[in-house]
Nanobody, 121 residues
């Protein structure tokens, strides 16, 4: 299976910046899509941004223009550069990977453990 490990979360002031990283490890799979989701207390998990192996992105309206998603296919890593942070961005951010299991037509969906991002003055 795919193992995902996030890093880069922390406390930042409104208007500040933060960069999240996620690295995938394992074998027997080929990742097709990687992305970031977030969940605030009492709310449902929501999409932040995704990126395909070909570089096509899908970004939530709430963060468009402020966040940038990128990936390094050779390293099976995905990054989220967050700028102009707002208090409403406070949440646990989770890395996600969609993959194809090699040798079959089956697909898998995996999640990281999450990293806390807190935006407060």
């Amino acid at each position: 299976q795919v193992q995902l490990v996030e890093s880069g979360g922390g406390l930042v002031q409104p208007g500040g910046s933060l960069r999240l990283s996620c690295a995938a490890s394992g074998s027997g799979f080929s990742i097709t899509v990687m992305g970031w989701y977030r969940q605030a207390p009492g709310k449902q998990r929501e999409l932040v941004a995704t990126i395909t192996s070909g570089g096509i992105t899908n970004v939530a309206v709430s963060v468009k223009g402020r966040f940038t998603i990128s990936r390094d296919n050779a390293k099976n890593a995905v990054y989220l550069q967050m700028g102009s942070l707002k208090p409403e961005d406070t949440a646990v951010y989770y890395c996600n990977a969609e993959s194809v299991i090699l040798g079959s037509w089956r697909r898998a969906n995996d999640w990281g453990q999450g990293t806390q991002v807190t935006v407060s003055s």
